[in-house]
């Protein structure tokens, strides 16, 4: 069983930045950023294995970056956040295929809230 926890959340202002942070519990070779807002379905944001192989959604290519530090420390950097990011940002492992469906992550961390304002 692997526990991710989430952090880094916040409000800004369009234009601003923040940097979300996962902390796994144990080594994840394929780790990605989902999002869900009110009212719509959880989507894709990006996704990092252990390759090296990073990979965004369109909404967010040129404005976010995932990275990581260590095999268990991974980042969202997001910039140029615009009010339609607004949303509950969760990291997500997956164990076998490493994708943008959601249903292949098996594990998910409780998710940080990101508030934009235009």
């Known amino acids: 069983q692997v526990q991710l926890v989430e952090s880094g959340g916040g409000s800004v202002q369009a234009g601003g930045s923040l940097r979300l942070s996962c902390a796994a519990s144990?080594?994840?070779?394929?780790i990605g950023w989902f999002r869900e807002a009110p009212g719509k379905e959880r989507e894709w944001v990006a996704r990092?294995?252990?390759?090296?192989?990073r990979l965004y959604a369109e909404s967010v290519k040129g404005r976010f970056t995932i990275s990581q530090d260590t095999a268990k420390n991974t980042y969202l950097q997001m910039t140029s956040l615009e009010p339609e990011d607004t949303a509950m940002y969760y990291c997500?492992?997956?164990?076998?295929?490493?994708?943008?469906?959601?249903?292949?992550?098996?594990?998910w961390g409780q998710g940080t809230q990101v508030t934009v304002s235009s």
């Open positions: 997500a492992a997956a164990r076998v295929v490493c994708s943008s469906r959601v249903d292949d992550f098996h594990y």
């Open positions: 144990a080594f994840i070779a394929c």
């Open positions: 990092f294995n252990t390759f090296g192989t």
